[in-house]
């Protein structure tokens, strides 16, 4: 079936330093959605892209437009309240309603 | 934000008892749907339901699982009987269509525990 690959799995990042998560689809995905589920277990929607970029403060996120086979989250100035998992989660159309394939996850600790 | 309240937020029962999760999803939202996280591991898709049917099920939505939304109340998720290996996290989601708009909306789950 359709599989969506999400790394690195985990990731420890320093305040104030940057990087990127990203997920591969197995097959043009029509849309993906990024999340961070906190510690509680609440799962927060970052962006919805069907294609191109979105910024939100220090996040930015990208989906490839050309083959719609990947999908990127940057995180800029990386803060203590960065911490969690993120999920990327992608739609890959014809069928019925936004059904969502999620990645694996990233586990994301951000330590002063 | 928009936001879709589970409740309750955690619920244990015994084996082979019936449980009724409720969701409470965006009020203008049309599709709804069911997830299940095992602790640790990825979402995956249960269900999602549309205009009073399901529209689609994952290999997870045993037939012990039933899934309705009478006129303006909650979207529930009803498993009879249960199982140990119900245990998990169970999210529900909302959206509409179009656009932007199809973004998924989730509750903040409800913790199923079984003995």
């Known amino acids: 079936g359709d599989q969506v690959e999400q790394s690195p799995s985990a990731l420890s990042l320093h305040e104030g330093t940057d990087s990127a998560l990203r997920c591969n689809f197995t097959?043009?995905?029509?849309?993906v959605q990024w999340f961070r589920q906190n510690s509680r277990g609440s799962l927060i929607s970052l962006f919805y892209?069907?294609?191109?970029t979105k910024e939100n403060g220090r996040l930015k996120s990208a989906f490839d437009s050309k083959e719609r086979r990947y999908s990127t989250l940057h995180i800029r100035d990386a803060q203590l309240e960065d911490s969690g998992t993120y999920f990327c989660?992608?739609?890959?159309?014809?069928?019925?309603?936004?059904?969502?394939?999620f990645g694996t996850g990233t586990l994301l600790s951000v330590k002063p | 934000g928009p936001k879709v309240l589970q409740i309750p937020s955690h619920q244990i029962i015994d084996m082979g008892q019936m449980v009724t999760l409720n969701c409470d999803p965006v009020?203008?939202?049309?599709?709804f749907y069911w997830y299940k996280q095992i602790l640790g591991q990825q979402m995956e898709f249960l269900v999602n339901?549309?205009?009073?049917?399901?529209?689609?099920k994952s290999k997870l939505f045993k037939d012990q699982f039933s899934v309705e939304r009478p006129d303006g109340s909650y979207f529930t998720l009803k498993i009879q009987p249960t199982a140990l290996e119900d245990s998990a996290v169970y999210f529900c989601?909302?959206?509409?269509?179009?656009?932007?708009?199809?973004?998924?909306?989730f509750g903040s789950g409800t913790r199923l525990t079984v003995l």
């Open positions: 097959t043009t995905m029509r849309s």
């Open positions: 989601a909302s959206s509409s269509p179009g656009g932007e708009a199809e973004t998924l909306y």
């Open positions: 009020s203008n939202h049309l599709y």
């Open positions: 339901f549309y205009n009073g049917k399901v529209m689609e």
């Open positions: 892209l069907a294609s191109g």
């Open positions: 989660a992608a739609e890959a159309g014809g069928g019925s309603g936004n059904k969502l394939i």
